[in-house]
């Protein structure tokens, strides 16, 4: 049977949420997995190696676990030959008659590294003093009563897969601002739960931000993902599906991206995103370089999530303002340079979501995006329809 060129949907998530599935548990992606493939049908692959009867993404590991053997993990998406092709011949995304396959992403190799004296408050010390850049006082008093609103309203239970803070990450080497504020709390509590979860996202900021060794590695990882994917002869272009603190890591390597391979990343979703706390906390830029080139960026957001912001609005919305349309006038968050040197902005379709009504409880319910089978499923399964359509 031929092979049916694909779509690949490719996931990206927070260092502290990347759960690979292990003895009999879900991994982090299964649940968004199954969430899509209802709606998708057949449409839909699932990785050929899993066990049988197992639906599910393929997970591309960085590493091997405990070893810095990369090739290890990228090679389940073909590796290089000496002529500078990819071969995939045992390297399946998908079942052959399907033309949607899902790719998740799992970094690890962290077991060498530990927080760095003063990083954690350093950061806080530098969020802190650029705090009123970010947003009015009103805004601040929101921010912090969304994040009490998300706790009081989330429905109990052990947080879904999907925003379940991982254990295979060791105390010791967490990075959490919390672990210099309040040294008794530990991210990988039993259970997970609300706290656990909040400090699993102090810990992705607070690595990424502090630690250029390894927002390096992370961004390396992505981008040799990306790149394999966009040799393979049988994908038609990708899609990323990227939460949290995964947008980051996403944005900066599509930024990079040469733009004869960004023409073939159909389009950037992002759900839950911090990009605008980055740009305007930690100074972290705007210009969009070659992120600009994908198909369309799609951004999904609730108020209530302490992580997230629209991105649309111009670089002077600020937490707490009115959301008006822009129209297209004028410059949003982001801008991409013109041939002849001038700005034009960066176009962010941005949706607005209830993860507390439509989402499912357990963590913090305002940042389950991918739960959200009434709102972020249905749209991101109709993009990826459109775009295998076109």
């Not at 049977?1 to 690949?8: D, G, N």
């Not at 008794?184 to 400090?199: F, H, K, S, Y």
């Not at 937490?319 to 801008?335: I, K, P, Q, S, T």
């Amino acid at each position: 049977m031929a092979v049916t060129p694909k779509l690949c949907v490719l996931t990206v998530h927070g260092i502290g949420f990347q759960q690979p599935p292990s003895r009999g548990l879900p991994g982090y992606a299964d649940v968004l997995h199954g969430h899509l493939a209802a709606d998708l049908g057949d449409l839909l692959g699932n990785d050929p190696h899993r066990e049988p009867g197992v639906n599910g993404p393929v997970y591309v590991m960085s590493a091997r676990p405990g070893t810095r053997e990369r090739e290890w993990g990228l090679k389940r998406l073909g590796h290089w030959r000496r002529d500078g092709r990819l071969d995939i011949s045992e390297a399946p995304l998908a079942e052959d008659d399907r033309p949607i396959a899902h790719v998740a992403l799992v970094y690890t190799s962290l077991e060498d590294v530990g927080p760095l004296l003063g990083s954690g408050t350093g950061t806080v010390a530098e969020a802190g003093l650029l705090l009123g850049q970010y947003a009015s006082v009103a805004g601040a008093v929101r921010m912090l009563v969304g994040d009490a609103w998300g706790a009081v309203n989330e429905r109990g239970g052990a947080p879904s897969p999907s925003l379940f803070p991982r254990g295979d990450l060791g105390a010791t080497h967490r990075f959490s601002i919390s672990r210099f504020l309040r040294p008794g709390l530990e991210a990988n509590q039993p259970g997970g739960g609300l706290v656990a979860t909040i400090l699993a996202l102090e810990d992705d900021v607070v690595a990424y931000v502090c630690r250029n060794d390894l927002r390096e590695g992370i961004r390396g990882f992505l981008r040799e993902a990306l790149l394999r994917l966009l040799a393979r002869e049988d994908v038609l272009g990708v899609v990323v599906n990227a939460h949290s603190q995964g947008t980051v890591a996403s944005f900066d390597v599509l930024q990079q991206c040469p733009p004869e391979h960004g023409a073939n990343v159909r389009a950037l979703v992002t759900a839950g995103s911090p990009l605008r706390k980055y740009a305007d906390l930690f100074s972290w830029g705007r210009d969009a370089g070659s992120a600009a080139s994908v198909g369309r960026w799609l951004n999904f957001w609730d108020e209530k999530d302490p992580v997230a912001d629209p991105l649309d609005q111009p670089a002077s919305w600020h937490c707490g303002n009115a959301v008006v349309e822009r129209g297209g006038e004028g410059l949003g968050l982001f801008w991409r340079v013109c041939a002849d040197g001038t700005q034009a902005s960066v176009d962010i379709t941005d949706h607005k979501v209830d993860n507390l009504t439509n989402s499912s409880g357990g963590g913090l319910q305002a940042h389950n995006y991918w739960d959200n089978t009434a709102e972020f499923i249905p749209r991101l399964a109709a993009t990826l329809k459109q775009e295998l359509a076109g």
